[in-house]
C-alpha cells in the first residue's frame, strides 16, 4: 500500500467455488488461490476480478472469476492532549459545583495524518452529576472525541466535584 497504510483484511466474492476433477484430486485440495493484483500506492478500498487459479489437474473452476476487495486504512498512531476542561453536567437547578482538577489529559489514537490538528477543544471531556445533592464526590470522565479517533487512556479517569 501507499508509505503510511497498511492491508486491513482481503476478501473474496464468492467465497467459495466449485472445482473439476478426478475424485483423487479433489480429495486432497482444501482450498484455491486466485490471481493476484498489486496494491501498490494504493489507499481505501479497491476491488479487482481476478481469475481463480486451478490447482494442478483440475479442468474448471464455476466461477472462474471471484470479486477480491482489499481494505488499507491509514497507520493509526497516539497523542496525548493535555488541559481538556471537564465540564459538569446534570446538575439539579439551584446547585453549583465544581470540578478539580479542572483539565485533563487524554490519550486518543487515530490516523497518523489527523493527529498533529487535534486540539483540546475538539475534545469533550464531562462528568454526570444527575441525582447527586450538595457534597463532595469522585465520578467517572466521559470523554466524547472526533469521528475516526478513540480514547486510549483518560489522566485522571476520575474527578473530584463538589456541589453546594
Known amino acids: 500500500p501507499a508509505p ?17 476433477g478426478g475424485a483423487d484430486l479433489l480429495s486432497g485440495v482444501e482450498s484455491t488461490t486466485a490471481q493476484s493484483f498489486s496494491i501498490a500506492g494504493v489507499k481505501g478500498i479497491v476491488s479487482q476480478d481476478v481469475e481463480v487459479v486451478l490447482p494442478p489437474g483440475l479442468s474448471m473452476a464455476e466461477p472462474r472469476t471471484v470479486r477480491v476487495t482489499a481494505v488499507i486504512e491509514e497507520d493509526a498512531g497516539d497523542r496525548t492532549i493535555a488541559g481538556v476542561p471537564v465540564k459538569i453536567g446534570g ?3 439551584g446547585l453549583s459545583a465544581s470540578v478539580a482538577p479542572s483539565g485533563v489529559s487524554i490519550t486518543v ?6 493527529l498533529s490538528g487535534l486540539a483540546a477543544k475538539d475534545i469533550a471531556a464531562s462528568v454526570n452529576a444527575k441525582g ?7 465520578l467517572a470522565i466521559d470523554v466524547t472525541v472526533p469521528n475516526g479517533f478513540t480514547v486510549v487512556q483518560k489522566d485522571p479517569g476520575t474527578v473530584g ?3 453546594k
Not at 489514537?109 to 489527523?114: I, N, V, W
Not at 447527586?132 to 469522585?138: E, K, L
Open 4 to 20: 503510511g497504510y497498511h492491508l486491513v483484511s482481503v476478501t473474496a466474492e464468492p467465497g467459495e467455488v466449485k472445482l473439476r
Open 161 to 163: 466535584v463538589t456541589i
Open 109 to 114: 489514537r487515530g490516523p497518523k495524518s489527523l
Open 91 to 93: 446538575l439539579a437547578g
Open 132 to 138: 447527586y445533592s450538595p457534597g463532595s464526590y469522585s
